[in-house]
């Protein structure tokens, strides 16, 4: 398991960022890397995002000293989401299928986590989030099919787009971790704007579905000192509560977006009136 750590940084301090300590704080660059467990581990609310990716082994999730814990779920909780070929999730020797857009809740406690992919060839790409947990809540699968989804935008303003929510209240119970999807229909490439911030939460985005030469501009920064990321396909961007978190891509995309924090209104959330945006 390799575990990336990255330190809280104050907004004032990312006003004076250049663009390569924007991209070094702020952008995960590498989900995947074949047979291993890629990780971020954020001070920013504690959150771990990253990717799994058996090809010729299978991968488990391990305590760290990082972690200081002797095993990875031993005060967190997990939500994962498969975005590549079927694979599978074994907790404490019980299995759960994955396929592609699966999901799944996992509480904390379990001890033993092992990923595996049914075929070398289109592996299983497990995307995952971990947050800090103070209770024991069900393990629960969860189908793309099972996902609370939820339409918004319009064609006129470029934002048609589904958001699926695997891990909510709404379809299970968790301590802090909201964990869901964001499909942008064709022709479409705006994300959450008029934006927001949320200073009772932090929130990672894993933009996918791209191609190789297709890119999203990802707003970020306080909302009267906006700056951007250039992103890539399968990379991530982390979000502290101050800042504001938007994209406009080249092309449609998706992206997976986990939220960690005070607490788990999803509509909770502070506006932005474009006026204001600077």
């Not at 964001?182 to 990672?204: F, G, Q």
């Not at 932005?272 to 600077?278: G, P, R, T």
């Amino acid at each position: 398991m390799k575990l990336d750590v990255r330190y809280a940084n104050h907004p004032e301090d990312s006003k004076h960022y250049t663009t390569e300590e924007l991209r070094k704080h702020y952008l995960i660059n590498t989900m995947f890397v074949a047979d291993e467990a890629q990780l971020t581990y954020s001070h920013v609310d504690r959150i771990i995002a990253g990717g799994i990716m058996p090809v010729e082994k299978n991968v488990k999730l391990e305590g760290s000293k990082e972690l200081g814990s002797e095993f990875f779920l031993e005060r967190r909780e997990l939500g994962v989401i498969n975005i590549g070929g079927p694979g599978k999730l074994v907790i404490d020797g019980k299995e759960y299928i994955l396929n592609s857009k699966d999901g799944i809740y996992v509480g904390m406690g379990a001890k033993e986590l092992i990923f595996s992919s049914d075929s070398k060839e289109n592996p299983a790409k497990f995307y995952v989030n971990s947050a800090p947990a103070h209770m024991t809540y069900p393990t629960v699968k969860i189908d793309i099919a099972k996902a609370s989804p939820v339409k918004l935008g319009s064609l006129e303003n470029s934002n048609e787009r589904t958001i699926y929510q695997f891990v909510h209240p709404n379809v299970c119970k968790s301590c802090q971790l909201l964990m869901g999807m964001t499909v942008l229909e064709p022709n479409n490439m705006w994300n959450t704007m008029p934006c927001h911030t949320h200073e009772r939460r932090m929130e990672v985005y894993f933009y996918f579905n791209m191609k190789e030469d297709t890119r999203v501009f990802h707003l970020m920064g306080e909302p009267s000192e906006t700056r951007h990321l250039v992103v890539a396909n399968e990379q991530g961007v982390i979000s502290p509560s101050w800042s504001i978190h938007s994209g406009v891509g080249t092309s449609n995309y998706t992206f997976i977006w986990g939220m960690v924090g005070e607490n788990q209104t999803f509509t909770d959330m502070d506006h932005v009136a474009m006026a204001d945006l600077k």
